[in-house]
């Protein structure tokens, strides 16, 4: 067994997973898997740049993270950066403080190589089961982009498009006055549905997705309608997993998350504070990308891009 720790920091969160892998057997142990919003992306759509604030909101996760990593003695660390990262003038900043803190440099990675990462690690438990047919289609919907990758036992083609939860929201639901409209005009709902159909539009030229046989949905969007379609009082991750969520329960949450307040929103338990203006878009994602493919399920994971950084260091 290799003990690694693997960092996923994204547009709208960061997160640790510290585990003790075994490449030869499959095996990855948990011992510790934690996530906190630092909405690193916010504003980046607007202005090309990283904010002050949001920089120190990540890199005080990263202290955090820094001292997990010591207590459990982490042999390898591997620190992958995603969408912002990717988009923002001032990157350099964001790796010289990540750098500073823990003693990586973070990885700005190609959309292809984070499709590839989610793909490893949403499938490799998926080997062997009879239920599920193959080619999987595995849609990891970030807060910046959204990932789309199909393959059986590896990735056949994939592509990530600037489309997700933390995005969508900036660009269409927030005023002049930096507020999030509350609830969405059936303006600004239309003008969402227009940017995700041209990217699925776009994705269907150049990814097969509609030759898939089993949806894969992945990240905090995904998980969070699962755990409000499964009526969950407070977040499970172990009921969560390999959920299986209907069509029709995605299409009538997603309609309730455009039609309600903020203040409705956070009365559910279920939906990280830090999501609450930000996961109703996440969801029309998620329900125009079945209505595009025909899926008449979703298939949740909570092992994505963190479990395939850390099968990539074993």
Same mark, same amino acid.
């Given at each position: ?6 960092? @996923? ?77 990717? @988009? ?51 849609? @990891? ?46 303006? %600004? ?15 269907? %030229? ?29 977040? @499970?991750?172990?009921?969560? =997993? ?19 307040? =903020? ?52």
């Amino acid at each position: 067994m290799t003990r690694v720790a693997a960092i @996923d920091c994204g547009t709208n969160s960061i997160r640790l997973l510290v585990a003790d892998a075994n490449p030869q057997t499959g095996e990855l142990v948990d011992l510790d898997r934690r996530m906190t919003i630092v909405r690193l992306g916010q504003g980046v759509d607007r202005t090309g740049r990283l904010a002050p604030e949001a920089l120190e909101r990540t890199f005080a996760a990263c202290r955090e993270y820094a001292a997990v990593i010591k207590e459990h003695g982490a042999e390898h660390v591997r620190f992958v950066a995603t969408s912002a990262s990717r @988009d923002a003038e001032n990157r350099d900043e964001f790796v010289a403080g990540v750098l500073d803190i823990l003693g990586v440099e973070p990885e700005v990675i190609t959309g292809d190589a984070e499709a590839q990462f989610s793909f490893t690690g949403a499938t490799k438990e998926l080997t062997g089961r009879a239920d599920l047919d193959k080619p999987y289609l595995v849609v @990891d919907i970030g807060g910046g982009s959204t990932e789309f990758v199909v393959g059986d036992d590896a990735v056949r083609s994939a592509l990530s498009v600037d489309v997700g939860c933390v995005r969508m929201t900036e660009r269409h639901l927030v005023g002049e006055d930096g507020k999030v409209t509350d609830p969405p005009t059936p303006a %600004q709902i239309e003008a969402i549905r227009a940017d995700i159909a041209e990217a699925l539009d776009k994705v269907t %030229q150049i990814v097969p997705i509609r030759s898939a046989r089993t949806l894969v949905g992945l990240a905090g969007s995904v998980t969070t309608v699962a755990a409000l379609a499964l009526g969950l009082q407070e977040y @499970d991750s172990t009921a969560i =997993h390999h959920s299986r969520i209907p069509y029709e329960k995605v299409a009538e949450l997603t309609d309730w998350l455009l039609a309600s307040t =903020h203040d409705q929103r956070a009365l559910k338990p279920v939906i990280h504070p830090g999501r609450v203006d930000v996961i109703a878009s996440g969801a029309l994602v998620l329900r125009l990308i079945m209505e595009w493919t025909g899926a008449r399920e979703v298939v949740v994971s909570e092992h994505d891009i963190l479990d395939g950084i850390a099968w990539s260091i074993a």
